[in-house]
């Protein structure tokens, strides 16, 4: 018996309700042409129904379908709730048949028990060559809650004149990827490094108060401590403590506890603990008389703003003064955020223009100056503008044809950039001359910083012994620290060095050597130099100098200027140090004064250091007795030192006069005067010393 392997088909029985089978058999033809069919290969078998199971524990969490089916070029993909199937390979036919074929193409969806979910039918008219066709997508749901789920695909057999073909079974299985379950926790790791530093946060508000609400200027910008805001405000009303929850204004109705405040939010009742101790230590024992704490400063609410003095509640442009404190600036110095000092001139065109950008803070007070004119008397504008949100404050009319100065005061309501500007709305044609924009700062009486225990007083009464030791200031620096006034450098031939010259260094007194430092000396022909900016000067021996030099010596300044300029450094005195040479020791007058003698007596003009009263005698033609009132210039007449010289011609004549020392006392010289072997009477100068200030010691 031969079989033949052309020609046979597949069949593809039913599943029924009385069929348990599902299988196919194959047709056998034999070498007589007889046929036979094989016996059925069972495909699948499928048992009764049992009896409902009990329900089972809930379900794992959610699974992943994940698609895979490969019969020729069969392919199936699917998401979480259906499965996209793709037959592109589903028919075949028999040898030799070039007729166009028309085939229904089914999709069969099953669980592994039997359901089927989806029975989906494609016509597919496409011409069938030798080999597959081409394919068309098919989209069936696929459901989730079984482990697996087959997919079985075949086609409907084909009736007609020529042979035709039948799909061959294809079966795809969808495998179910269930989450596991979690496992149990790892060992902790080793300890990471340490991670770089982060960058340093923005500075916190203030804590600002306890203090009464009822002495609060009506206005008063009271601050909840908001990013942003300079102050978190604390208050009492009403022998109670209330925290600021809500930045607002003061009215007369909002107090805390009002209607108004129960309907915004403004206050918080607080408790007395975190606070009690702040009232007593500051307010009602005054341990630290009206210091407020501010940031890392205590501060005395008591104190100036342009030399204007204001007390513990006053208030600055509706500000309690003591709040304009500026760390930054503790003593309150003129501080200008902008200064424009040239002309500046713009046509109609000009709608705004910008100068700079500026940094402003909430619960600031700056004033505004501007200095300009018009080619009309309808005028325009400085104004300073929010950058963000465009809001303008204190804008300066400009209205004049002839220059004139204008001023307003600035408090914004938020930190942030802000545009210095002009406004023209007008379309004039102007010229500002100057802008300046200045931010008021409370200089209070004392200063202490808690951080870096600086402290800033307007009198001081010190017991005890203050000093600043000397630093070394490399060839070339400049004098940046404001808390060392001794100060060594060192010059190995000419060496520049330059000191401060803004206002906060009025008063300071500088002492400078440059002489030795740490086991080197600074060469014997080089020097130091300081050289002064245009304007300003070093005030030495009644001169104004531009530079000083030092060489091996030590020279003291004390730095001079106003509230709002710095004219320069006085040069109060220079030592000689380790010089090579000698330059000698300073002489130190007791009196000056010249006599003048003639026939008819002699009269004295003079000066003393403290103030002693001196006279003159005239003892004959020639003669004259110099005394002085004190008698403690000299221990005795051996310490009396005094250099005599003629001054002019003699008296009547026209030779030159000389004179010397005859003769001294603890309280008198005489002098002799002459223009040859005999007396003369004139003049003469003198000075006097205490020779025994020259005792080598």
């Given at each position: 018996v031969t079989r033949s392997t052309s020609g046979w088909t597949t069949t593809v029985q039913s599943v029924t309700a009385t069929k348990k089978y599902l299988w196919n058999y194959e047709t056998v033809t034999y070498t007589d042409g007889s046929t036979a069919n094989t016996d059925p290969v069972i495909i699948g078998v499928y048992g009764d129904t049992g009896p409902e199971g009990p329900q089972g524990p809930n379900g794992n969490d959610g699974v992943t379908y994940e698609i895979a089916c490969s019969v020729g070029n069969v392919t199936i993909a699917s998401d979480a709730d259906s499965a996209t199937l793709n037959c592109s390979a589903g028919f075949y036919r028999k040898e030799g048949t070039a007729a166009r074929q028309a085939h229904t193409c089914r999709f069969a969806v099953y669980s592994r028990t039997g359901t089927t979910y989806a029975l989906l039918t494609m016509y597919n008219s496409t011409y069938i060559n030798n080999g597959y066709d081409d394919g068309v997508n098919i989209k069936a749901n696929v459901y989730t809650g079984y482990d697996a789920v087959v997919i079985f695909m075949f086609s409907s057999a084909y009736t007609g004149t020529s042979p035709a073909g039948q799909a061959y079974l294809a079966k795809c299985e969808i495998i179910v990827k269930k989450q596991g379950n979690t496992g149990p926790q790892g060992p902790q790791g080793p300890t990471g490094g340490t991670g770089s530093q982060g960058p340093r946060g923005y500075r916190g508000p203030g804590l600002r108060g306890p203090q009464d609400w009822?002495?609060?200027?009506?206005?008063?910008?009271?601050?909840?401590?908001?990013?942003?805001?300079p102050y978190e405000d604390f208050v009492v009303y009403n022998g109670s403590y209330y925290k600021c929850i809500k930045t607002h204004t003061k009215t007369a109705s909002n107090y805390p506890g009002s209607t108004y405040d129960t309907n915004n939010g403004l206050w918080q009742l607080s408790t007395k603990m975190g606070l009690v101790a702040a009232n007593i230590l500051f307010a009602q024992h005054g341990y630290f008389g009206s210091a407020k704490i501010s940031g890392d400063w205590m501060i005395s609410t008591n104190g100036t703003i342009d030399g204007t003095a204001y007390d513990n509640g006053a208030t600055y442009q509706g500000i309690t003064a003591y709040s304009l404190f500026n760390p930054n600036n503790p003593l309150g110095k003129y501080l200008a955020k902008y200064a424009y000092g040239s002309d500046y001139s713009f046509t109609s065109s000009n709608t705004t223009k910008s100068w700079t950008t500026l940094t402003l803070e909430a619960g600031k007070v700056y004033y505004l100056s501007a200095k300009g004119y018009g080619s009309s008397s309808t005028g325009y504008y400085i104004r300073v503008r929010n950058s963000s949100t465009g809001t303008t404050y204190s804008p300066i009319l400009i209205n004049s044809t002839s220059a004139v100065t204008r001023a307003g005061y600035i408090k914004p309501t938020e930190s942030g950039t802000y545009y210095l500007e002009i406004y023209n709305p007008n379309g004039l044609s102007g010229t500002v001359n100057t802008v300046t924009l200045e931010e008021k700062n409370f200089a209070p009486y004392y200063a202490l910083d808690l951080l870096t225990g600086k402290t800033y007083q307007g009198d001081v009464y010190v017991?005890?012994?203050?000093?600043?030791?000397?630093?070394?200031?490399?060839?070339?620096?400049?004098?940046?620290?404001?808390?060392?006034?001794?100060?060594?450098?060192?010059?190995?031939?000419?060496?520049?060095?330059?000191?401060?010259?803004?206002?906060?260094?009025?008063?300071?007194?500088?002492?400078?050597?440059?002489?030795?430092?740490?086991?080197?000396?600074?060469?014997?022909?080089?020097?130091?130099?300081?050289?002064?900016?245009?304007?300003?000067?070093?005030?030495?021996?009644?001169?104004?100098?531009?530079?000083?030099?030092?060489?091996?010596?030590?020279?003291?300044?004390?730095?001079?200027?106003?509230?709002?300029?710095?004219?320069?450094?006085?040069?109060?005195?220079?030592?000689?140090?380790?010089?090579?040479?000698?330059?000698?020791?300073?002489?130190?007058?007791?009196?000056?004064?010249?006599?003048?003698?003639?026939?008819?007596?002699?009269?004295?003009?003079?000066?003393?250091?403290?103030?002693?009263?001196?006279?003159?005698?005239?003892?004959?033609?020639?003669?004259?007795?110099?005394?002085?009132?004190?008698?403690?210039?000299?221990?005795?007449?051996?310490h009396v030192f005094v250099m005599v010289c003629g001054y002019g011609v003699i008296d009547s004549g026209s030779n030159p006069l000389y004179a010397s020392v005859k003769s001294q006392t603890k309280t008198s010289i005489t002098v002799q005067t002459a223009d040859d072997d005999s007396r003369n009477d004139g003049a003469f100068n003198f000075f006097l010393m205490n020779f025994n200030d020259w005792i080598y010691l």
């Open positions: 009822t002495q609060a200027e009506l206005d008063f910008q009271f601050y909840k401590g908001a990013d942003g805001e017991r005890g012994g203050v000093r600043s030791p000397f630093t070394y200031l490399g060839r070339g620096g400049t004098f940046g620290n404001d808390f060392s006034d001794n100060i060594a450098v060192y010059s190995a031939s000419a060496s520049d060095y330059a000191l401060p010259w803004t206002t906060d260094q009025s008063g300071r007194k500088v002492v400078i050597t440059n002489y030795y430092w740490n086991g080197s000396y600074s060469t014997a022909s080089g020097y130091a130099q300081l050289t002064a900016p245009t304007g300003k000067y070093f005030y030495e021996d009644g001169i104004q100098k531009s530079t000083i030099k030092l060489s091996r010596e030590a020279v003291e300044l004390l730095g001079y200027g106003d509230n709002n300029s710095f004219y320069g450094w006085i040069v109060l005195k220079r030592i000689d140090l380790g010089t090579e040479s000698r330059y000698g020791h300073h002489m130190k007058m007791l009196a000056v004064g010249r006599v003048t003698g003639s026939s008819s007596g002699a009269s004295v003009s003079y000066h003393t250091f403290d103030g002693s009263t001196m006279s003159v005698t005239r003892d004959g033609t020639g003669i004259y007795t110099l005394s002085w009132s004190n008698n403690n210039w000299y221990a005795d007449a051996g």
